[in-house]
């Protein structure tokens, strides 16, 4: 135990002051989204709209956030990842405040697109910090950590939110209002004049040899980004239909389903960084991709086993583990592609795969759901993944960046001592 206690503690080791602020203002705003997984149900139930309403209108704010992405990352090229993050921040909190306020479909489309711009250009900006605050040599485990931060608000917000909801859904969007202003303070009082640890900036000229490639050329890139599309497309029924199918298909009420939701965001907590640190240590980022993908596909197709509580928890947590053990190594994959200056274009592209999941799996799932059934939703889900596995496994490979870090940075244990 107390071995296992070590290398718990170690996992955690080495990792730089700012990972970690960016972290706690992660775990701030995120405590409070408790919004976007019961919007598909606010507006169903709440609003009366129809599931295939309900689909179109989370498609619109998958388009926003697809906008968002590519306009954050090129954003953040230009003015700096600093006021791109309080940007986002600042301005979300106004819209969720008056959305309680809008009431007819093309209203609630309109809003959710802009919802969708302005919290996504938050995304290639904190992507690109992390990367510029991090220690090289702990890249992967500071977006782990920041995930982690993510999906513990993740785990507190439904659990709360399904409570909340229970009495006005109203609540969600003051209460995630507020998160974001929060967020914005203890982010400024931090960061404001704080110097990058690693790189120049974005206006000095590469050193002599680098090689400076655009994301939108680079094929290798762009299609691995292409899978990434299809992974995002597949995980975030957990927004959208996979809720429903809670309520709706397996019968759990409105508490048990922010409970259950809340549940993936515990798993994540527990084990999100010391399963990356073992991972990063004994496999290739292509190895960690492609069975992390495989464990996401495996946790949907047990939704077409059995419904009981038991299996649904089952899922969740096969979930939780697929997702630890594929996104923080996108962004690492992302992040070593590209260059000092044009970071934040590439995180923005790769940004635009999840902005592509948010727009096509809430109407692809609901009209799916609609015409054959959450089992025939299941299915496709879980083969979708198993050739997505495929694609990471044959695009990842020929990315000499990726082998060369793991050459470079191959460490069998962690000895640093953590920041604080």
């Known amino acids: 135990m107390k071995s296992l206690l070590e290398r718990y503690v170690n996992s955690y080791a080495g990792l730089s002051k700012e990972s970690w602020?960016?972290?706690?203002?992660?775990l701030i705003n995120r405590s409070g989204a408790m919004v976007i997984p019961f919007l598909g149900i606010y507006l169903h139930k709440e609003l009366d709209f129809s599931i295939a309403d309900s689909g179109i209108c989370l498609s619109f704010y998958g388009i926003g956030s697809l906008a968002g992405s590519w306009f954050g990352g090129w954003l953040c090229d230009k003015i700096g990842n600093f006021k791109v993050q309080v940007i986002s921040l600042l301005l979300c909190a106004p819209l969720h405040f008056i959305t309680p306020e809008f009431k007819s479909f093309?209203?609630?489309?309109?809003?959710?697109?802009?919802?969708?711009?302005?919290?996504?250009?938050?995304?290639?900006?904190?992507?690109?910090?992390?990367?510029?605050?991090?220690?090289?040599?702990?890249i992967t485990r500071a977006f782990s950590l920041n995930r982690m931060a993510v999906n513990l608000g993740f785990s507190i917000g439904p659990a709360v939110g399904g409570i909340l909801s229970a009495y006005s859904f109203h609540l969600l969007f003051y209460i995630n209002g507020i998160a974001c202003i929060s967020a914005a303070i203890v982010f400024v009082l931090f960061f404001r004049n704080r110097k990058e640890r690693n790189e120049v900036g974005h206006t000095e000229e590469p050193?002599?040899?680098?090689?400076?490639?655009?994301?939108?050329?680079?094929?290798?890139?762009?299609?691995?980004?292409?899978?990434?599309?299809?992974?995002?497309?597949?995980?975030?029924?957990?927004?959208?239909?996979?809720?429903?199918?809670l309520g709706n298909g397996a019968g759990l009420s409105q508490k048990e389903v922010g409970l259950a939701l809340g549940f993936s965001g515990l798993v994540i907590v527990l084990l999100e960084m010391p399963l990356v640190a073992i991972t990063e240590r004994n496999l290739t980022i292509v190895q960690i991709m492609v069975w992390g993908t495989f464990v996401t596909g495996l946790s949907f197709f047990l939704y077409t086993v059995s419904h009981s509580v038991f299996v649904i928890y089952i899922a969740i947590s096969l979930m939780s583990i697929g997702e630890i053990l594929v996104l923080p190594f996108m962004s690492t994959v992302t992040a070593l592609r590209s260059g000092p200056a044009n970071k934040g274009a590439y995180m923005g592209v790769n940004g635009v795969s999840m902005g592509i999941g948010l727009i096509v799996s809430p109407f692809l799932?609901?009209?799916v759901v609609a015409e054959f059934g959450y089992t025939t939703l299941w299915m496709g889900t879980f083969i979708i993944l198993l050739v997505t596995a495929l694609g990471y496994k044959y695009t990842i490979a020929p990315m000499e960046e990726i082998s060369a870090y793991k050459n470079e940075h191959r460490q069998p244990q962690y000895s640093e001592t953590t920041e604080l």
């Open 106 to 138: 093309y209203a609630i489309c309109v809003l959710l697109f802009v919802l969708g711009i302005i919290s996504e250009i938050f995304r290639p900006a904190n992507s690109v910090a992390i990367s510029r605050y991090a220690k090289k040599e702990n």
């Open 21 to 26: 602020m960016l972290s706690i203002v992660m």
């Open 365 to 367: 799932g609901t009209t």
């Open 207 to 245: 050193a002599v040899g680098t090689i400076v490639r655009s994301p939108y050329t680079d094929s290798k890139f762009l299609l691995f980004t292409l899978f990434c599309a299809l992974y995002a497309i597949s995980f975030f029924q957990l927004l959208n239909t996979l809720p429903l199918f």
